[in-house]
């Protein structure tokens, strides 16, 4: 019966105990030695394992690499045939398409846009966020600022219109 690491170490302890409280005899020594091999036998199985998880691990990894890859492609996919539909709508003057099984509409959004080709620091602090070397604009603090009637220098709303496919 092949024994459990755990099981490995207590004998070893127990054989430890009896030399430490007696002679080492011919019997204790046998003991110790099968316990031995019974370690390196058990050591190697365990680092077997962790070889095969390891190699299991890097299949996983290129997988992932994979996937996100395929992803990424299908994603270019949709975003060209969004744009595509988008522009012949807009071409014809269409602003919804409806079957039994499908609706494309455009979605009426704003968003802020800068009008300066080199993004500066804007003069107040409260549009921006700090990254460390950098400012970014915070678009979401510029965006209620003018929509509350302050001008925000360098930005406007911009209009869009997002085609939603549902």
Same mark, same amino acid.
């Given at each position: 019966?092949?024994?459990? $690491?755990?099981?490995?170490?207590?004998?070893?302890?127990? #054989?430890?105990?009896?030399?430490?409280?007696?002679?080492?005899?011919?019997?204790?020594?046998?003991?110790?030695? #099968?316990?031995?091999?019974?370690? @390196?036998?058990?050591?190697?199985?365990?680092?077997?394992?962790?070889?095969?998880?390891?190699?299991?691990? $890097?299949?996983?990894?290129?997988?992932?690499?994979? $996937?996100?890859?395929?992803? =990424?492609?299908? @994603?270019?996919?949709?975003?060209?045939? =969004?744009?595509? *539909?988008?522009?012949?709508?807009?071409?014809?003057?269409?602003?919804?398409?409806? +079957?039994?099984?499908?609706?494309?509409?455009?979605?009426?959004?704003?968003?802020?846009?800068?009008?300066?080709?080199?993004? +500066?620091?804007?003069?107040?602090?409260?549009?921006?966020?700090? *990254?460390?070397? @950098?400012?970014?604009?915070?678009?979401?603090?510029? =965006?209620?600022? #003018?929509?509350?009637?302050?001008?925000?220098?360098?930005?406007?709303?911009?209009?869009?219109?997002?085609? @939603?496919? =549902?």
């Amino acid at each position: 019966m092949k024994k459990s $690491l755990y099981n490995i170490e207590q004998e070893y302890l127990e #054989i430890t105990n009896q030399l430490e409280d007696g002679e080492a005899t011919p019997e204790l020594e046998t003991a110790l030695a #099968i316990n031995e091999s019974e370690l @390196q036998g058990k050591a190697v199985a365990y680092a077997y394992v962790m070889k095969e998880r390891a190699a299991n691990i $890097l299949a996983i990894k290129a997988e992932k690499k994979r $996937l996100d890859a395929l992803e =990424k492609s299908e @994603q270019s996919i949709i975003d060209k045939l =969004k744009q595509t *539909i988008h522009q012949a709508m807009d071409l014809y003057g269409i602003n919804e398409i409806k +079957t039994e099984t499908i609706k494309l509409n455009f979605r009426r959004s704003e968003g802020v846009v800068s009008n300066n080709d080199i993004i +500066t620091k804007p003069i107040d602090d409260e549009f921006c966020t700090y *990254i460390p070397e @950098q400012w970014k604009p915070n678009l979401t603090a510029i =965006k209620k600022a #003018i929509k509350e009637g302050r001008e925000v220098e360098g930005y406007d709303l911009e209009e869009r219109f997002n085609l @939603q496919v =549902k």
